[in-house]
């Protein structure tokens, strides 16, 4: 249920980009490449849509609101890239 909610509200990028302030980017990415019962496809489908939805929301950024990247570090790239090499 809250991951329908956030796909739903992820698809304004004002929104985007509040949900990626508030930190929920890790989360979604575990959902999304956890491999057990508690991860159904549709559940990992939810939260590709999600961070799609969030990626875009950077890009629509307006020149004069402070800067916000989908993966805030390069420690979060790294993180990343260990969950889906």
């Known amino acids: 249920m809250a991951v ?7 698809n304004a990028p004002k ?3 509040q949900i990626i302030r508030k930190g929920a980017v890790g989360t ?5 490449y956890r491999q057990n019962s508690l991860s159904s496809p549709h559940l990992r489908e939810q939260a590709a849509f999600i961070i ?11 020149d004069d609101c402070e800067q916000i990247s989908l ?3 390069e420690e ?10």
């Open 4 to 10: 329908k909610a956030l796909q739903n509200l992820s």
């Open 15 to 17: 929104n985007g980009l």
């Open 28 to 32: 979604l990415f575990e959902i999304l």
């Open 52 to 62: 799609m939805n969030l990626a875009m929301a950077t890009t629509a950024q307006e």
């Open 71 to 73: 993966l805030e570090s």
């Open 76 to 85: 979060d790239t790294l993180n990343s890239s260990v969950l889906f090499p």
